[in-house]
């Protein structure tokens, strides 16, 4: 029997006491002082202890497995409909829009990102990426439709003006090797595909970039699903990241404004610090925030889901992810945006396709908004930042 599981600390007991019971890689989703964890066992064998309540969110989580298989070659994409859609956002506007491969994966496919606008010499750049987890299907959409919208859309005045003054790049999947993989031969594969030294599998991809690389939930543990890898970008998909940012610094003198990194599941914006749980850390956190709850109230207000703001995930937990990476090394903006469901449903990760549109819908314009805020940001608003 396959249960979903929501397991919280009852106050005075720390949540600790909840991942001493279970083992890492059965975590779906946690907060403060809960975990929501997919095991194979019958209710009588669940583990508990004194302190923490536990709650069956779901006594038949392999039903929605079958389903969500069968509806991806149609509605969610693939690596190679990606690239072909793609490309053909690049053909219908070459005036405006460019497809370009910025990197190979661990298995030699294509990490590919469509470039927008750029017009405008000295224009501000922002980053939009999806997929650093493989079995966050939902996670490539959102940058794709978005792409989308802004091809299509170009003739709109707020469109318009954001393919002028600013410079947006999108990168949908940027681990297509991990998200082939959950396709065709197991949905709840996170990492990537690399050979590790001790024959195992895989790299944590949000767990691969300097900054918080050592923290205590990037896994040291080769086998584990978030294994940080063998040192900070070993691995080349985020090694395409980072030569993109010494790209745009060659080209411009100067690095992204901004990044929005896609992620699924918990309907949250996060901002640094994950590796911390600060919010002002050393560099300017106000105006960090205030982006974030602009961006809050956009998504909000397009509804019908409601969504939620935090800074990191776990306190000093999370570490090695893009956000502290660019946010320390280059005073660049990032903000994870964890889509549909919420974090207690029992979709989880396996987001009924036919959700995808109101999904991408609502995500979009708040997208499109928080872009044209970077794209409007002030120079010494950034060296401010950056000092």
Same mark, same amino acid.
């Given at each position: 029997?396959?249960?979903?599981?929501?397991?919280a600390a009852e106050p005075g007991t720390p949540r600790a006491v909840i991942d001493a019971l279970?083992?890492?890689? !059965?975590?779906?989703?946690?907060?403060?002082?809960?975990?929501?964890?997919?095991?194979?066992?019958?209710?009588?064998? @669940?583990?508990? !202890?004194?302190?923490?309540?536990? =709650?069956?969110?779901?006594?038949?989580?392999?039903?929605?497995?079958?389903?969500?298989?069968?509806?991806?070659?149609?509605?969610?994409?693939?690596?190679?409909?990606?690239?072909?859609?793609?490309?053909?956002? +690049?053909?219908? +506007?070459?005036?405006?829009?460019?497809? =370009?491969?910025?990197?190979?994966?661990?298995?030699?496919?294509?990490?590919?990102?469509?470039?927008?606008?750029?017009?405008?010499?000295?224009?501000?750049?922002?980053?939009?990426?999806?997929?650093?987890?493989?079995? =966050?299907?939902?996670?490539? =959409?959102?940058?794709?439709?978005?792409?989308?919208?802004?091809?299509?859309?170009?003739?709109?005045?707020?469109?318009? &003006?954001?393919?002028?003054?600013?410079?947006?790049?999108?990168?949908?999947?940027?681990?297509?090797?991990?998200?082939? *993989?959950?396709?065709?031969?197991? %949905?709840?594969?996170?990492?990537?595909?690399?050979?590790?030294?001790?024959?195992?599998?895989?790299?944590?991809?949000? %767990?691969?970039?300097?900054?918080?690389?050592?923290?205590?939930?990037?896994?040291?543990?080769?086998?584990? &699903? %978030?294994?940080?890898?063998?040192?900070?970008?070993?691995?080349p998909e985020t090694q395409a990241i980072a030569a993109l940012f010494s790209r745009m610094i060659?080209?411009?003198? %100067?690095?992204?404004?901004?990044?929005?990194?896609?992620?699924? *599941? &918990?309907?949250?914006?996060?901002?640094?610090?994950?590796? !911390?749980?600060?919010?002002?850390?050393?560099?300017?956190?106000?105006?960090?925030?205030q982006f974030a709850a602009d961006m809050l109230d956009r998504l909000n207000e397009a509804g019908?889901?409601?969504?939620?703001?935090?800074?990191?995930?776990?306190?000093?937990?999370?570490?090695?992810?893009?956000?502290?990476?660019?946010?320390?090394?280059?005073?660049?903006?990032?903000? !994870?945006?964890?889509?549909?469901?919420?974090?207690?449903?029992?979709?989880?990760? @396996?987001?009924?396709?036919?959700?995808?549109? &109101?999904?991408?819908?609502?995500?979009?314009?708040?997208?499109?908004?928080?872009?044209?805020?970077?794209?409007?940001?002030?120079?010494?608003?950034? +060296?401010?930042?950056?000092?």
């Amino acid at each position: 029997m396959t249960l979903l599981v929501r397991f919280a600390a009852e106050p005075g007991t720390p949540r600790a006491v909840i991942d001493a019971l279970l083992d890492e890689d !059965t975590i779906w989703k946690a907060g403060a002082d809960w975990v929501v964890a997919r095991l194979e066992t019958d209710v009588a064998s @669940l583990p508990l !202890t004194e302190g923490v309540r536990a =709650e069956i969110l779901c006594d038949h989580v392999d039903d929605f497995i079958p389903a969500a298989s069968v509806c991806a070659p149609g509605a969610y994409h693939s690596h190679a409909k990606l690239k072909d859609d793609m490309r053909a956002l +690049a053909d219908i +506007a070459p005036d405006i829009c460019s497809f =370009e491969t910025i990197g190979q994966s661990v298995e030699g496919r294509g990490i590919f990102a469509l470039r927008l606008g750029g017009q405008m010499p000295g224009a501000n750049a922002a980053l939009v990426t999806g997929c650093h987890h493989a079995r =966050e299907w939902i996670s490539v =959409e959102a940058p794709f439709h978005l792409a989308r919208t802004l091809v299509e859309r170009r003739a709109d005045p707020l469109v318009a &003006s954001l393919l002028e003054n600013g410079d947006t790049w999108i990168v949908p999947m940027l681990n297509p090797d991990g998200h082939e *993989f959950s396709r065709t031969c197991d %949905r709840f594969w996170r990492k990537n595909r690399q050979v590790n030294g001790d024959g195992s599998i895989g790299v944590d991809l949000s %767990r691969n970039y300097a900054v918080g690389w050592d923290a205590s939930l990037a896994s040291t543990v080769p086998a584990s &699903s %978030r294994f940080r890898g063998a040192a900070p970008f070993s691995e080349p998909e985020t090694q395409a990241i980072a030569a993109l940012f010494s790209r745009m610094i060659d080209e411009t003198g %100067r690095p992204f404004v901004g990044i929005l990194s896609y992620h699924a *599941f &918990s309907q949250v914006i996060l901002h640094p610090w994950s590796c !911390t749980g600060a919010s002002n850390r050393g560099l300017d956190g106000q105006l960090v925030r205030q982006f974030a709850a602009d961006m809050l109230d956009r998504l909000n207000e397009a509804g019908p889901r409601v969504y939620g703001l935090s800074c990191g995930t776990d306190p000093g937990r999370i570490g090695g992810e893009i956000g502290d990476w660019a946010y320390e090394t280059y005073g660049t903006f990032c903000f !994870t945006v964890e889509l549909p469901p919420e974090p207690d449903s029992p979709a989880g990760f @396996l987001l009924p396709a036919e959700e995808i549109g &109101s999904v991408v819908d609502q995500a979009v314009p708040a997208a499109i908004h928080h872009l044209k805020e970077l794209f409007a940001l002030r120079r010494n608003d950034l +060296a401010a930042v950056a000092e």
